[in-house]
Nanobody, 121 residues
Framework: QVQLVESGGGLVQPGGSLRVSCVGS????????MAWVRQAPGKGLEWVAV????????AYADSVKGRFTISRDNAKNTLYLQMNSLKPEDTALYYC??????????????WSQGTQVTVSS
């Protein structure tokens, strides 16, 4: 029932920008914190960012702070990640995730299928 469907990944040059989106369904989107997590090739999961229910508060990993912006449009059941000043080390499979209990940085219960972001010249 719960679905998180991502779009917007692709290939971008270093220094470029990309915006990925995640549409939620099967749950009351506005009631849940949402997050972005990524996995680089051969690496484990790395938490990227999280946002509260109304979008008034957010937090970021040090590796992306100042470059990435998490946002949400509850009317559209959509989560966004705006990625600027992209670096090759940002290359990863990006997932959006639902936070079931306001855990903030862990304990997500549903995940998107992932969208590939590749930063390369």
């Amino acid at each position: 029932q719960v679905q998180l469907v991502e779009s917007g990944g692709g290939l971008v040059q270093p220094g470029g920008s990309l915006r990925v989106s995640c549409v939620g369904s099967g749950f009351t989107f506005t009631n849940y914190y949402m997050a972005w997590v990524r996995q680089a090739p051969g690496k484990g999961l790395e938490w990227v960012a999280v946002i509260d229910t109304d979008g008034s508060n957010s937090a970021y990993a040090d590796s992306v702070k100042g470059r990435f912006t998490i946002s949400r449009d509850n009317a559209k059941n959509t989560l966004y990640l705006q990625m600027n000043s992209l670096k090759p080390e940002d290359t990863a499979l990006y997932y959006c995730a639902k936070d079931p209990n306001k855990n903030w940085v862990t304990g997500y219960d549903y995940w998107s299928q992932g969208t590939q972001v590749t930063v390369s010249s």
